[in-house]
């Protein structure tokens, strides 16, 4: 099973970008969502996470307001649309996904998640 992370880019202060992940096999089932990201030199954080009941969570003190997490199930599909990017923004994203949920799970955690994608490059300029 792999996770196809694709929409980076180059994008000025302002912009906006959509990013999709989509799962390799259709039969695979998918219960939690996330998005993540890695600036270069920094250590890789939660953005925003999607579970099969709708439940979301965003990174409140950096993208709460600007970032819009949603799916499409029956495409197996997840995507974050980025809006008033800001030069912070720029890193690798990936998504993960998870094949349980448990209501106790915040999934805002790395190791929630058993399944990554490649990541795709965001890159904002100022």
């Known amino acids: 099973v792999q996770l196809q992370a694709s929409g980076g880019g180059y994008v000025q202060a302002g912009g906006s970008l959509r990013l999709s992940c989509v799962v390799s096999?259709?039969?695979?089932?998918?219960?939690?969502w996330g998005w993540f990201r890695q600036a270069p030199g920094k250590e890789r954080e939660f953005v925003a996470t999607?579970?099969?009941?709708?439940?979301?969570?965003y990174n409140g003190d950096s993208v709460k307001g600007r970032f819009t997490i949603s799916k499409d199930s029956a495409e197996n599909t997840v995507y974050l649309q980025m809006n008033r990017l800001r030069p912070e923004d720029t890193a690798v994203y990936y998504c993960a996904a998870s094949t349980y949920y448990k209501r106790t799970y915040s999934y805002t955690n790395q190791n929630d998640y058993g399944y990554w994608g490649q990541g795709t490059l965001v890159t904002v300029s100022s």
């Open positions: 096999e259709r039969t695979f089932k998918t219960y939690v």
């Open positions: 999607l579970a099969w009941n709708d439940r979301t969570t």
